[in-house]
């Protein structure tokens, strides 16, 4: 035993961070009591925490909740966090790539849970659109991530940044940027600093859909071409006449001219309803 813990402490003392992967890890820990102490997580709640490091977070969770399970990707970490995680029983430690791994299977044995994360700059998109476009019953979803991305998702109609990250975050989460961290506070600093987002699950959508695949196609197309107005940008993507797409704008009271990206969830969910029941009302040919 002792010769594996001095293994493992070597590993840890040659541990480079590795850029290839985004790794800027956070070391102190009154931050990690501050941020899970902000993602509102509690003694009876599960947590699934994505991208474990040297294990400072996961620790938090540990001593908060009822059991975390925390993915990490880069092999070279597991000696470290199982020293580090060796008194933390509820913590079931994972060795794979987020974007690979069967996340429905992994946390089925959880029930509802929440995800806590202090994810690479790099796989914020990709990763949320994982998370946003799955059925898993997630409770919340808290990341530090890049400043710029999280207020991507906080970004209102008109806003730079406003865009279908904006649109999906808003549509099935109530995303609130709790705590703005500097640089500094990473080992390796990175170039830009980061934000802590906090995103209830709602208990419904903030407005009434009733398709909601062709809502997020509207939306889609919105975004499509962000100097077109959405009149052409429906005419593009849905493949209809220009009559058809003046047509569908003005029943929603959209004025001609508008661009995708000065409609609120609102517009899209008036549109795509509208546009639904055009279609239902619409004779075979």
Avoid at 70 to 86: K, Q, Y
Avoid at 117 to 142: Q, W
């Amino acid at each position: 035993m002792n010769r594996q813990n001095g293994k493992n402490r070597r590993a840890k003392e040659e541990f480079r961070p590795k850029r290839s992967l985004g790794q800027n890890f956070l070391t102190d820990d009154q931050l990690f009591e501050q941020l899970v102490d902000l993602s509102g997580v509690g003694k009876d709640d599960a947590v699934l925490e994505i991208g474990a490091g040297a294990g400072g977070m996961t620790k938090a969770l540990s001593a908060r909740c009822r059991q975390v399970i925390a993915i990490e990707v880069d092999e070279t970490l597991l000696p470290i966090l199982r020293v580090s995680l060796e008194k933390c029983k509820n913590v079931q430690l994972v060795h794979g790539d987020v974007l690979r791994l069967n996340l429905p299977e992994l946390t089925a044995p959880l029930g509802p849970f929440h995800i806590v994360a202090n994810i690479p700059y790099y796989l914020t998109t990709e990763l949320m659109n994982l998370l946003l476009a799955g059925a898993m019953p997630i409770r919340s979803i808290s990341l530090m991530v890049q400043k710029e991305a999280a207020q991507r998702m906080v970004a209102q109609p008109g806003e730079e940044g406003y865009g279908m990250l904006a649109v999906r975050a808003q549509f099935f989460y109530d995303p609130q940027i709790v705590l703005d961290v500097p640089a500094c506070m990473f080992t390796p600093p990175p170039k830009v600093d980061s934000a802590f987002i906090v995103m209830p699950r709602r208990e419904k959508p903030p407005v009434e859909v009733q398709d909601e695949t062709l809502f997020f196609r509207v939306a889609s197309a919105a975004f499509a071409m962000r100097r077109k107005t959405m009149e052409n940008n429906l005419v593009a993507s849905f493949r209809v006449s220009r009559e058809q797409a003046k047509a569908w704008l003005s029943q929603c009271g959209i004025p001609d001219g508008a661009r995708g990206e000065t409609l609120a969830l609102r517009d899209f969910a008036a549109l795509s309803n509208g546009m639904g029941q055009a279609k239902e009302q619409t004779p075979p040919a």
